[in-house]
């Protein structure tokens, strides 16, 4: 080969990496995998008699305490809120986001026929007559967790239900389909796959159900430790052994194929629905039941009850200085604290004030996952809160200076101001709240 062929091979392969690199930088970014979970969605072709419609709100008439709970979510609202309706215009208006946020066949103007693409981004779209438009407000209404197969789920099977029922083997086999997302792609690094919930929780040794836990749901006061408790205890109204799931093969794949005993083990239910006796419709005997509450990051006293914290002067001091330590410990969520999109985030501020409040040091720190998104996907680093073990801050001052008192803040962020402004949505509401602020004075009159 002489110089000029090598030159021309050469400038080739150069613009094929460039362009490689300039593709990976402007291409639409499908940051999941779309899964047979949720790849098409639910069938309603048969309504179970006497059931008319699918509505809640046909479920109200009998079941009005599940509906009034229910109303109050944000399940109620995935396809409403706002900030859902904002991104998924940003992101085009993908279909597969609906088998998610608007699960049931019936709430979608389009029939899902096929898929043009082996990722199944592209699905083939037919009109679709069944189309209810109330229905779609309903997001993820009660027959999106409650219908399979034209039966009503539930977890007991032996009532004297009008509709046909069959009975579920765990209650958290519901919360699977829409809170697993895969992520295993050859560019795509995820440590944890997106909304990685269920994968933080198997990934967290002992991060199953305990004492702690169980006292929680009952509405009892918080043990005021932050060390792992002794030994799991199961649960009372489901008799098993909460095993450790295993361990590390879930981070890497293996979190798609969760296997019964393992989803068990999980606790979504026991901890975001709480045991309530009560009838299950009106005028009906009580029976053990579950609120249907979910709250999560929209609930700042949900977040508080998830969190230990305090914060005290520290007692090795170095001679000249004043030492401040903050802990702050998740010893109420078996996944990581915060968890969900990698929007949410945790930041704390350990400030020295002066006596108008005005900040002369300060320190921040932000508990979060962070990812790269180009030109490959790549999980950088997460700096959230494992269960069960505290994480300290350290705030040093020097004895002698104008400072009147130390102050530490933790605030819970449902979303970051730069994603907002890159998707062109204000919000109504705060997206951000304090979970804790306490100040110490530094001097003792
Ligand atoms: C006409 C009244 C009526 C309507 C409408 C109705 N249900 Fe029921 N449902 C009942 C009765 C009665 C029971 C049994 C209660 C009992 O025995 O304590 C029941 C039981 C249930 C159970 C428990 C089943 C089990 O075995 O665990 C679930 C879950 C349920 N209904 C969900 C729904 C949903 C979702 C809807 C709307 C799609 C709905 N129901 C509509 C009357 C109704
Ligand atoms: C049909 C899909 C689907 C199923 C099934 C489902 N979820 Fe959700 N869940 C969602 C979506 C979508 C959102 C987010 C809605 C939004 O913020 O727009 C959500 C949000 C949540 C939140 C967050 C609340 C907040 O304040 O942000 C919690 C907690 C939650 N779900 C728990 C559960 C549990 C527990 C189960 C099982 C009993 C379950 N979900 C089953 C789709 C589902
Ligand atoms: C996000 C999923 C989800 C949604 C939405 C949902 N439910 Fe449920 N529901 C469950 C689960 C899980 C259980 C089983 C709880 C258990 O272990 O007892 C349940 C149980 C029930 C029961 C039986 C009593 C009990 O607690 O076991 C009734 C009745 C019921 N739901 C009615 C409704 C109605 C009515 C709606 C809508 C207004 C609704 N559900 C919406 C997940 C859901
Ligand atoms: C031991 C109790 C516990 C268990 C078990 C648990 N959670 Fe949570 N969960 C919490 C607490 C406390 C919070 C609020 C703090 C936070 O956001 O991490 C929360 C928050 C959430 C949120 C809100 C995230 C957001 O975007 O606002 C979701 C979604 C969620 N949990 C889903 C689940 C699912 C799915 C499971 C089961 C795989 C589960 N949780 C198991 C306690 C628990
Ligand atoms: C596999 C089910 C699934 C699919 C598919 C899905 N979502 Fe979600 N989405 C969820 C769940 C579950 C939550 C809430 C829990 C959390 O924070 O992770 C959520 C939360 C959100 C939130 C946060 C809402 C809030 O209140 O802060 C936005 C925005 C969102 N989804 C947009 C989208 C868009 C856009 C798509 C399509 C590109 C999509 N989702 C596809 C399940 C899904």
Redesign the pocket.
Known sequence: MDIKNRTVIFIIVLIAIISFFVWRFIRPM?I?V?SE??ERPIDTSTIPAPLRTLRATECATCHSDFYDEWRTT?HSQ?WT?P??QA??K??NK?Q??K???IPLDRQQEHKVLGFRDKEKWDPILAPNPQFDPKLQHEGVTCAACHLREGKIVGVYGDTQAPHPVRKLDDPNQVCV?????KGERWDTFFRIPP?G?VAEITATKNAHLSRQDIDLLLGAPKINTATKPDQPVPLIETPQTPESPPVDKEITGAYSEITASNIKGLGCVQCHMPLVKRPLVVGGKPRLARRHLWR???DPEMVKRGLEISFQAASDSAPGKRGFILTVTNVGAAHYLP???P??HLTVSLRLLDKDGGVLKQEIHTLKRTIMWRPFIVDLWDTRLLRWQPRRYRLDIPEKQNGETVEAVVRYH??AEKRLKRIGYKSEEPLAYDVFRKQIPLRIN
């Open positions: 499908n999941y779309v979970a949720f944000i995935a809120d900030y859902f991104d998924w940003f992101e993908q597969t986001c088998n998610c946020h389909r829409c809170h697993v997302v909304c919930t999560g990051g929209h968890t969900g999109t929007d949410r449902l979303v």
